[in-house]
T-cell receptor, first 116, second 116 residues
């Protein structure tokens, strides 16, 4: 079974450009999470969805960031306009929730973004 | 609120040395506890987990015991290898907060470097 798939793996862009990161969660999972990882801040939760509905976006740093999940098999994280301080590795993770479950998250390999 | 505190790195060891990475937590409910590992250039992978007090999670020679009385989940390995060099994250999932699904609270990560 395929894991969480993210694209692109690497993105280099110039300040001011729009960036779109994509994620395909594991089939059957009903939760999807976007994380950002930097040396300074570590791993930060940006936003998460349940059944395609955004539940908590309090971690989104500013209005330049937006995320959508139009269906159960696809999500995007968009940065417009991008800035050098947005340079980071962005991870998507998915899980399924059931009463008595252990709560494991399955991570993609990440999208490394460099904004020049 | 929930939080996870783990020892800061980097931890530098020689091959075959004993490893301990400390992790303590605070939680409002009855969390499951996890250790995730991140190898260079990759996403986070589940290393081991424990779902209730006194459970011991184990995998690839690593062990951690869920200690409710000390709110700890320390990671140990008797003899580390160069291939264990990675960043290790302690995390908890609070099942009492149903709205959060499987949202994990992560510690800051501990980098382990094993020298031959």
């Amino acid at each position: 079974d395929a894991g969480v798939i993210q694209s692109p793996r690497h993105e280099v862009t110039e300040m001011g450009q729009e960036v779109t990161l994509r994620c395909k969660p594991i089939s059957g999972h009903d939760y999807l999470f976007w994380y950002r990882q930097t040396m300074m801040r570590g791993l930060e939760l940006l936003i998460y969805f349940n059944n395609n509905v955004p539940i908590d976006d309090s971690g989104m740093p500013e209005d330049r960031f937006s995320a959508k999940m139009p269906n159960a098999s696809f999500s995007t994280l968009k940065i417009q306009p991008s800035e050098p301080r947005d340079s980071a590795v962005y991870f998507c993770a998915s899980s399924y929730y059931r009463v008595g479950g252990t709560g494991e998250l399955f991570f993609g390999e990440g999208s490394r973004l460099t904004v020049l | 609120g929930n939080s996870v505190t783990q020892m800061e790195g980097p931890v530098t060891l020689s091959e075959e040395a004993f490893l301990t990475i400390n992790c303590t937590y605070t939680a409002t409910g009855y969390p499951s506890l996890f250790w995730y590992v991140q190898y260079p250039g990759e996403g986070l992978q589940l290393l081991l987990k424990a779902t209730k007090a006194d459970d011991k999670g184990s995998n690839k020679g690593f062990e951690a015991t869920y200690r409710k009385e000390t709110t700890s989940f320390h990671l140990e390995k008797g003899s580390v290898q160069v291939s264990d060099s990675a960043v290790y994250f302690c995390a908890l999932s609070d099942h009492m907060n149903n709205n959060a699904g499987n949202m994990l609270t992560f510690g800051g990560g501990t980098r382990l470097m094993v020298k031959p």
